[in-house]
């Protein structure tokens, strides 16, 4: 399981400055007005070795005072609720405020680890000041510069002490399918046609399903753990923080899944909603199947579905080996085929291709494509494993790795899938210097 930890504190203390700085990319929109960063944000970090989850609680924030403070209090306990860490941004030019002393008491209700990070502590004379912060009440305070990374090291190396060591747990073995999608794309209604009884409460109100179960099914043949979640929902719509919130749940069912089932909306399309949770269960590295449901509303002649399918792997690529299963959760047309699919995509994810066997394969193909020379260099590739881990990675060997180019590693992928028939799983490949 994954861990999360989450940043909170008040708007303007350089919460998504310091984010953007642990996942390394330019994510959060980060803007001089308060309350800019719309976008709950959420990517992944490592440190030592140990990877987390890391959730800006940022923005949320309508302008009058006490919206603002009912809001940092959700945010706080949700971070309370859902994380496993939590880091406690101030702004050390600004001293303590009483916002600041306000979400202090909040967090010390929980026994989560707390971290205090007092934040823009770019010279000695700041840092020194930083030290006003101890009337919070924390042990340690850790002064950083989110702009100059100055600090977070020590941090980090605190941080990664504290969280919980992966722990196995109940059904462990069985796939563990995770049904996600926007709100209102019919994922309860799936869930329910598949395990025959309302046990989510499906109105057609989005959002009604509020928290993610997991249900052990056992039927047909097949025996897996249903991760449900509270649905996926677009910024513009989150008028209601728990809906917002909900997004966060979702992450932790994908992240907690070997199979993603990605209910599509079929009178909606795929749209950016539906790319960005289908693009992070990719990055997640889980098995993919595209669910297109409600189907039975859609006028079609013979080319209908054709159309559809090219639609949607257009969107998709280069990733475009995607088992697509078009279904009616309310007719109960094709649910049992799509498990069939999430299935046989857990069975491929799980597979191990003898070494031999992998390269019996797979170099003569090369000998007869060979990737293409550069500035006048050969690059020769002598040997190819799979590395033993939970989804399809693979190394090759060979003397000039860092000259191996993109599109080489695609051509490699694509025979890895038509020999083994990988589909709908994101494969991993490196180039090692043997």
Same mark, same amino acid.
């Given at each position: 399981? /994954? #861990?999360?930890?989450?940043?909170?504190?008040?708007?303007?203390?350089?919460?998504?400055?310091?984010?953007?700085?642990?996942?390394?990319?330019?994510?959060?929109?980060?803007?001089?007005?308060?309350?800019?960063?719309?976008?709950?944000?959420?990517?992944?970090?490592?440190?030592?070795?140990?990877?987390?989850? @890391?959730?800006?609680? /940022?923005?949320?924030?309508? #302008?009058?005072?006490?919206?603002?403070?009912? %809001?940092?209090?959700?945010?706080?306990?949700?971070?309370? %609720?859902?994380?496993?860490?939590?880091?406690?941004?101030?702004?050390?030019?600004?001293?303590?405020?009483?916002?600041?002393?306000?979400?202090?008491?909040?967090?010390?209700?929980?026994?989560?680890?707390?971290? @205090?990070?007092?934040?823009?502590?770019? #010279?000695?004379?700041?840092?020194?000041?930083?030290?006003?912060?101890?009337?919070?009440?924390?042990?340690?305070?850790?002064?950083?510069?989110?702009?100059?990374?100055?600090?977070? /090291?020590?941090?980090?190396?605190?941080?990664?002490?504290?969280?919980?060591?992966?722990?196995?747990?109940?059904?462990?073995?069985?796939?563990?399918?995770?049904?996600?999608?926007?709100?209102?794309?019919?994922?309860? =209604?799936?869930?329910?046609?598949?395990?025959?009884?309302? +046990? *989510?409460?499906?109105?057609?109100?989005?959002?009604?399903?509020?928290?993610?179960?997991?249900?052990?099914?056992?039927?047909?043949?097949?025996?897996?753990?249903?991760?449900?979640?509270?649905?996926?929902?677009?910024? =513009?719509?989150?008028?209601?923080?728990?809906?917002?919130?909900?997004?966060?749940?979702?992450?932790?069912?994908?992240?907690?899944?070997?199979? $993603?089932?990605?209910?599509?909306?079929?009178?909606?399309? !795929?749209?950016?909603?539906?790319?960005?949770?289908?693009?992070?269960?990719?990055?997640?590295?889980?098995?993919?199947?595209?669910?297109?449901?409600?189907?039975?509303?859609?006028?079609?002649?013979?080319?209908?579905? &054709?159309?559809?399918?090219?639609?949607?792997?257009?969107?998709?690529?280069?990733?475009?080996?995607?088992?697509?299963?078009?279904?009616?959760?309310?007719?109960?047309?094709?649910?049992?085929?799509?498990?069939?699919?999430?299935?046989?995509?857990?069975? =491929? &994810? =799980?597979?191990?291709?003898?070494? +031999?066997?992998?390269?019996?394969?797979?170099?003569?193909?090369?000998?007869?494509?060979?990737?293409?020379?550069?500035?006048?260099?050969?690059?020769?590739?002598?040997? $190819?494993?799979?590395?033993?881990?939970?989804?399809?990675?693979?190394?090759?060997? $060979? #003397?000039?790795?860092?000259?191996?180019?993109?599109? *080489?590693?695609?051509?490699?992928?694509?025979?890895?899938?038509?020999?083994?028939?990988?589909?709908?799983?994101?494969?991993?490949? !490196? !180039?090692?210097?043997?």
């Amino acid at each position: 399981m /994954g #861990n999360i930890v989450a940043i909170v504190g008040r708007p303007n203390v350089g919460k998504s400055t310091f984010f953007n700085r642990l996942i390394q990319k330019r994510e959060a929109i980060v803007d001089a007005v308060s309350g800019v960063t719309r976008d709950r944000h959420y990517g992944k970090s490592d440190w030592n070795g140990k990877e987390f989850t @890391l959730i800006d609680t /940022g923005g949320y924030v309508e #302008n009058s005072d006490d919206v603002f403070q009912k %809001e940092i209090d959700k945010q706080v306990a949700l971070a309370v %609720e859902e994380a496993d860490a939590i880091l406690f941004m101030v702004d050390s030019t600004d001293g303590i405020t009483g916002m600041d002393t306000e979400v202090a008491q909040l967090l010390r209700r929980s026994n989560k680890p707390l971290f @205090l990070v007092a934040n823009k502590a770019d #010279n000695g004379l700041r840092t020194t000041e930083a030290v006003e912060f101890y009337a919070l009440g924390f042990d340690t305070i850790y002064p950083v510069s989110a702009i100059n990374g100055s600090g977070s /090291g020590e941090l980090l190396d605190a941080l990664v002490a504290v969280l919980p060591e992966e722990q196995p747990e109940l059904g462990e073995g069985l796939p563990r399918l995770a049904v996600v999608g926007r709100p209102n794309a019919g994922k309860s =209604s799936f869930i329910n046609a598949l395990i025959g009884e309302d +046990r *989510y409460i499906v109105t057609n109100v989005a959002g009604t399903t509020r928290d993610s179960i997991d249900t052990v099914y056992n039927q047909f043949g097949f025996e897996f753990k249903l991760v449900d979640t509270a649905g996926i929902r677009r910024k =513009s719509k989150v008028k209601e923080s728990i809906e917002f919130y909900s997004v966060m749940r979702s992450v932790r069912a994908i992240e907690h899944s070997d199979v $993603c089932l990605l209910v599509v909306d079929a009178t909606r399309g !795929f749209d950016g909603q539906v790319q960005n949770i289908f693009w992070l269960a990719h990055r997640n590295n889980k098995g993919i199947v595209i669910l297109v449901n409600k189907w039975d509303l859609i006028a079609k002649d013979t080319a209908t579905l &054709r159309q559809f399918e090219k639609a949607i792997k257009e969107k998709i690529a280069p990733f475009t080996d995607v088992p697509i299963v078009f279904i009616s959760a309310v007719n109960k047309q094709r649910i049992y085929k799509a498990i069939e699919v999430a299935q046989k995509v857990y069975e =491929s &994810r =799980s597979r191990r291709i003898p070494t +031999r066997k992998l390269n019996d394969t797979l170099l003569p193909i090369i000998e007869n494509n060979p990737p293409p020379a550069l500035k006048g260099k050969y690059i020769r590739i002598k040997f $190819c494993t799979q590395l033993p881990t939970a989804y399809p990675q693979f190394a090759f060997f $060979c #003397n000039l790795p860092q000259y191996v180019k993109d599109p *080489y590693k695609r051509f490699l992928e694509n025979q890895l899938r038509e020999q083994f028939d990988f589909k709908g799983i994101p494969i991993t490949i !490196f !180039f090692r210097k043997k």
